[in-house]
């Protein structure tokens, strides 16, 4: 169809749009229909609001025009499986006969493939699926933030709107693909290091079941709550994401931020002593921020722990949550073992026996301070 023969008003696609938008609409559909997009894509796009959008689907994989049940075929793979990779990955599909799949779903399903003809397990796909699917999420929001930080303009029409989206795109797309594949690289280099560590560790105690030692930190917000209902939804934003730059900050080698958690922040390392030395840092950092900052409230804990898509699960992640939700601002508290291990690294002091939540009996805690701590001049000051 020749787009001088469209009839946009019979069609449905200028309903809603004033008078002096109607040209940059008309202007934007009669691209995208020149650039093949069919009329039924453009008019769900148009009742979704998402028109502006289309071009950019050039640049990413185009239009989703296939099922899931053809990217099975595809692919050599049970459609099943197909469905269960999708959902892990946090893009599910509720039709398999349904066109939701673009050029670039149907890469993904040939990559599946080889992957599990290379010897990956089944189980090991999904639980990459579910990592890849939310790091990706994420690294895809904030690039589509800059995105459109960069193109918006109300006073665009339309079909410059949807222009200046896609040469942002455009211009994003090598720089995305290089540095993705060389970050994951640096990341995967470490990650394979740490494994070697991991698999030194576990002769003679039989096998990945054991667990990997490890020492596990908390540091989050006091008062996080309450400052919801004094800052708007950006301001608060605005101090998660300052928790998360100064965890950041503080996370040499050997220890790792594992994870951000709105108003919390998750560390980990295999030996005690730098995962304290850079919670008693980050707590310093967060008293300098001034008052419009909350103090933090710090636990720590050791002992073995199982790894699992880059985060950690077992006793002494338990402990130290447990330990952050019981301390005070400005404190950093431990375990009996991370204390008795860095006795002379650091300032201890008993913070009594405690009951924690979970665990039999009471638990001996103890605050960490820095070396030359002077408790006599803190609570004068205080």
């Known amino acids: 169809?020749?787009?001088?023969?469209?009839?946009?008003?019979?069609?449905?696609?200028?309903?809603?749009?004033?008078?002096?938008?109607?040209?940059?609409?008309?202007?934007?559909?009669?691209?995208?229909?020149?650039?093949?997009?069919?009329?039924?894509?453009?008019?769900?796009?148009?009742?979704?609001?998402t028109l502006t959008a289309l071009p950019t689907l050039l640049e990413l994989g185009g239009p989703a025009r296939f099922t899931a049940r053809q990217s099975a075929v595809a692919a050599g793979l049970d459609l099943g499986f197909v469905l269960d990779v999708r959902r892990a990955n946090g893009v599910p599909v509720a039709d398999p006969d349904a066109p939701a799949l673009s050029e670039a779903d149907l890469a993904i399903g040939g990559l599946t493939k080889a992957a599990t003809d290379a010897g990956?397990?089944?189980?090991?796909?999904?639980?990459?699926?579910?990592?890849?699917?939310?790091?990706?999420?994420?690294?895809?929001?904030?690039?589509?933030?800059?995105?459109?930080?960069?193109?918006?303009?109300?006073?665009?029409?339309?079909?410059?709107?949807?222009?200046?989206?896609?040469?942002?795109v455009s211009a994003f797309q090598p720089l995305i693909d290089e540095l993705l594949a060389n970050g994951l690289r640096v990341?995967?280099?470490?990650?394979?290091?740490?494994?070697?560590?991991?698999?030194?560790?576990?002769?003679?105690?039989?096998?990945?079941?054991?667990?990997?030692?490890?020492?596990?930190?908390?540091?989050?917000?006091?008062?996080?709550?309450?400052?919801?209902?004094?800052?708007?939804?950006?301001?608060?934003?605005?101090v998660a994401a300052r928790l998360t730059e100064l965890a950041q900050s503080v996370t040499d080698a050997p220890v790792r931020l594992v994870k951000s958690i709105g108003d919390a922040?998750?560390?980990?390392?295999?030996?005690?002593?730098?995962?304290?030395?850079?919670?008693?840092?980050?707590?310093?950092?967060?008293?300098?921020?001034?008052?419009?900052?909350?103090?933090?409230?710090?636990?720590?804990?050791s002992g073995q722990a199982m790894t699992r898509g880059g985060d950690w699960y077992g006793r002494p992640v338990n402990l130290a949550s447990r330990l952050?939700?019981?301390?005070?601002?400005?404190?950093?508290?431990?375990?009996?073992?991370?204390?008795?291990?860095?006795?002379?690294?650091?300032?201890?002091s008993a913070a009594g026996p405690r009951r924690i939540r979970g665990v039999q009996g009471t638990v001996p805690v103890y605050r960490a301070r820095r070396l030359g701590y002077d408790a006599t001049a803190a609570g004068a000051a205080a």
């Open 265 to 301: 922040v998750m560390l980990a390392s295999p030996t005690p002593g730098p995962l304290v030395a850079a919670m008693l840092r980050l707590s310093q950092l967060a008293d300098t921020e001034g008052q419009g900052f909350p103090q933090l409230r710090i636990g720590i804990a």
């Open 1 to 49: 169809m020749a787009t001088a023969e469209v009839d946009w008003e019979r069609e449905g696609l200028l309903v809603g749009v004033p008078a002096e938008r109607r040209p940059g609409r008309v202007k934007l559909l009669e691209r995208l229909l020149a650039d093949g997009f069919q009329m039924e894509e453009l008019s769900v796009a148009a009742a979704d609001g």
């Open 324 to 348: 952050t939700a019981i301390a005070r601002g400005g404190s950093v508290l431990t375990t009996s073992d991370v204390r008795d291990a860095l006795r002379e690294e650091f300032h201890w």
């Open 120 to 168: 990956v397990t089944a189980e090991q796909v999904l639980e990459t699926a579910r990592v890849l699917g939310h790091a990706l999420r994420q690294v895809a929001d904030n690039f589509s933030e800059i995105v459109f930080e960069l193109a918006y303009d109300p006073s665009l029409d339309e079909a410059a709107l949807a222009e200046r989206f896609a040469t942002q």
């Open 187 to 238: 990341h995967f280099r470490d990650a394979v290091r740490d494994a070697a560590i991991a698999a030194a560790e576990q002769t003679g105690r039989g096998g990945l079941s054991a667990g990997r030692d490890v020492t596990v930190a908390f540091a989050d917000l006091v008062g996080f709550t309450r400052l919801g209902e004094e800052l708007p939804p950006a301001g608060l934003e605005r």
